[in-house]
């Protein structure tokens, strides 16, 4: 079917212009840069979380109810994102918060009081806050750096942190190593 058909069909051609005051384009193109991303792929990306369905939906939902205004982010990670499931295996989601709650065992209990399931598995939350800039990152950090998914991202500080893990990785500062079979993450001597 020719281009000219498709869109008198309704189609959308895939290619769009969008006229925005200089001002909003140069912060998002600020943003864009801060966060290690091209201007079309922050905007999508940002358009996108708009757009959530799913299982990934029902998860955001969850920690949006339970943490509100604190929710900063959430990131699938492990098996699932990696795409080497086995029986049993779980999905694993970051959820970060602000310093404003508490990440104690009676969130893990509310998280826990009605469970959630992502294609039939089971999903097991981690709460944590996001890492300041510069400082020690745990393993937890550097696997949803390398394999994560972000599902939500109020303000794309989570992403820029990520951008900066990977970064310290690839610059050797940050090192897989591997013992009896399972990962582990340390800082480079």
Request: glycine share 8%; net charge neutral; aromatic share 6%.
């Amino acid at each position: 079917m020719s281009d000219t058909k498709q869109r008198s069909k309704g189609a959308p051609s895939g290619r769009f212009v969008l006229r925005l005051d200089p001002a909003l384009h140069g912060l998002l193109r600020d943003d864009a840069s801060r966060s290690g991303l091209s201007l079309n792929e922050y905007c999508t990306r940002r358009l996108a979380a708009q757009g959530i369905t799913g299982p990934a939906a029902k998860i955001v939902g969850r920690a949006t109810a339970l943490c509100g205004e604190q929710l900063n982010g959430v990131v699938v990670f492990g098996s699932w994102a990696r795409d080497q499931l086995a029986d049993g295996s779980d999905v694993d989601v970051l959820i970060v918060v602000d310093g404003a709650i508490a990440i104690t065992r009676s969130l893990y209990r509310q998280w826990e009081a009605e469970p959630l399931d992502w294609e039939s598995r089971p999903v097991q939350a981690h709460f944590v806050r996001l890492p300041e800039s510069g400082m020690r990152i745990s393993g937890l950090w550097a696997e949803a750096a390398v394999e994560g998914v972000v599902l939500y991202d109020r303000d794309l500080s989570l992403a820029r942190r990520l951008v900066e893990i990977r970064r310290r990785i690839v610059a050797g500062e940050i090192v897989r190593r591997e013992i009896h079979g399972q990962p582990y993450w340390v800082e480079a001597a």
